[in-house]
């Protein structure tokens, strides 16, 4: 038992350098301090580490699941609207290779998958459904787009989603805009392949092989740029274009790449189909939707690393605020917002408050619930539809201490029944009168006053009744 142990020793300290070495070089150095071709690949080792963080912790792929089963529910509908806008110009028959090529992976029986949904499709009367059919066949549509930006939400942290106004328009100008997209794709590969220049070009070896090759690459391309228009636009967040194309440029190579290693797994799933039998090429289906979600959602994980490398870090994010810490943010964030509408600057929102007190988006949206919640802030749709912060309160009515019983109570609805004895009625004693000498300090301090001793005030945006927020 004694070797046993001796031996465990060396093995437990080589893995013990390892950790300190991994750490050493992953975590311990600031990218912004080295050069380019060093800072690139650690904070490519990072995103790394950081995804396989995101399998581990489940979220991601239980969000993947969600969506196949939507996706299950909503797909005929979907295609059902997108053979109507098709057929309306004269285009319908691009639906079909257009779904081949999406379930290609699934081998030989994704052929006759394409005939049961497109005969599935064909059949969709809207004049026999009713109004009561259409509405639940564009909300069943309208479900799947949803579902899609509230996972893009929950990547990048948004708490918000977008406004129902907005959300109904936008949802619809995708449906409308995604088959025309279809219609154009379709339209100029046929254009391309039967141009006779190209086909009398294509006789000569050199552009041959250049041209094949084209060919190999066009669907990286082709799913690169309409992944980065997702993670740009889907969102309810300003996502920058080099983040949007970095996720797009993953998710585009990984999707390809991972179709056609699909159609070699499902080719050679002779298990699959032992077992299974004719329900196999179901199974085989199940499993390729929850991959195509799966890289989906860690596309645009990749893109929110990209836009945030600075939240890449051991451990969990965001670390957990003490109490001192989370008055200090909910009292930045007050002072802050009734600073600029006392200049008559325009109203901030999360995401910028995030930026510019270099907090944790998580945490300032914590914070700012918390303030609506208390009535010292309110939320206003600006023009863009963002949820605007302003003053809820004349600012001078508004005391510090009400603030800070913000942090204090938190969430709490109960409180902790515990026994009375001479011990526990020490430390409740001392409490009170740490309490006490704390309220002395700031008990007539306003926010007004914090924001005087920041130098930045004027007294006239409040005389001139700019904002219908404010309540007294």
């Known amino acids: 038992m004694r070797r046993a142990s001796i031996q465990a020793k060396p093995v437990m300290a080589s893995f013990g350098a390892i950790k300190q070495g991994y750490e050493r070089i992953v975590w311990a150095r600031d990218p912004e301090d080295l050069a380019l071709y060093k800072r690139v690949p650690l904070r490519a080792a990072r995103i790394i580490i950081a995804l396989i963080g995101d399998f581990r912790d489940g979220d991601i792929t239980l969000r993947a699941m969600s969506l196949v089963y939507t996706t299950l529910v909503s797909l005929v509908p979907l295609l059902a609207l997108a053979f109507s806008l ?13 779904l081949a090529r999406f379930l290609a992976p699934l081998g030989s029986g994704s052929t006759a998958i394409v005939d ?19 509405v639940a066949l564009i909300y069943s549509v309208l479900s799947l787009i ?14 918000q989603p977008r406004p129902l106004g907005r959300r109904v328009t936008e949802y619809i100008s995708v449906l409308v805009v995604g088959p025309l997209v279809i219609l154009a794709a379709a339209s100029l590969t046929a254009s391309v392949s039967k141009n006779s220049t190209v ?60 179709s056609i290693g699909f159609s070699v797994f499902a080719s050679n799933a002779g298990n699959v189909n032992a077992i299974y039998s004719s329900f196999a090429i179901l199974i085989l289906l199940l499993i390729w939707l929850y991959v195509s979600w799966m890289i989906v959602l860690l596309g645009c994980r990749v893109a929110f690393w990209i836009q945030h490398p600075e939240r890449l870090m051991p451990g969990d994010y965001p670390p957990r605020l003490g109490s001192r810490e989370a008055e200090r943010l909910v009292l930045r964030i007050a002072t ?29 949206h914590r914070a700012v619930e918390r303030l609506v919640v208390a009535d010292v802030l309110i939320e206003t749709e600006q023009g863009s539809a963002t949820q605007a912060l302003v003053p809820k309160r004349d600012i001078r009515r508004i005391r510090v201490a009400d603030i800070v019983a913000v942090v204090a109570n938190g969430d709490a609805t109960a409180r902790i029944a515990l026994p009375v004895h001479a011990p526990g009625a020490a430390v409740d004693e001392l409490l009170i009168r740490a309490e006490s000498a704390r309220q002395h300090v700031i008990a007539d301090t306003t926010l007004r006053d914090l924001v005087e001793s920041t130098g930045q005030f004027e007294e006239k945006a409040f005389d001139t009744g700019q904002s219908t927020a404010l309540k007294t």
């Open 86 to 98: 098709l057929k309306a110009f004269g285009a319908d028959n691009a639906l079909r290779p257009t």
């Open 116 to 134: 049961k949904i497109v005969d599935f499709v064909s059949n969709v009367q809207v004049g026999v459904l009713g109004a009561i059919g259409v």
């Open 146 to 159: 949803q579902k899609v930006e509230a996972g893009c939400n929950f990547i990048w942290r948004v708490r």
């Open 199 to 258: 086909v009398y070009l294509s006789q000569y070896q050199g552009f041959g092989m250049a041209l094949y090759a084209a060919g190999h690459v066009l669907p990286y391309v082709l799913y690169s740029i309409a992944f980065t228009a997702l993670f740009k636009f889907i969102p309810n967040t300003r996502v920058k274009l080099v983040p949007a194309i970095g996720g797009g440029i993953f998710a585009g190579v990984l999707w390809q790449t991972a």
């Open 336 to 364: 802050e917002i009734a600073r600029r509408f006392s200049l008559g600057e325009p109203a901030t929102d999360v995401a910028h408050l995030s930026q510019q007190l270099h907090a944790a988006p998580d945490h300032v």
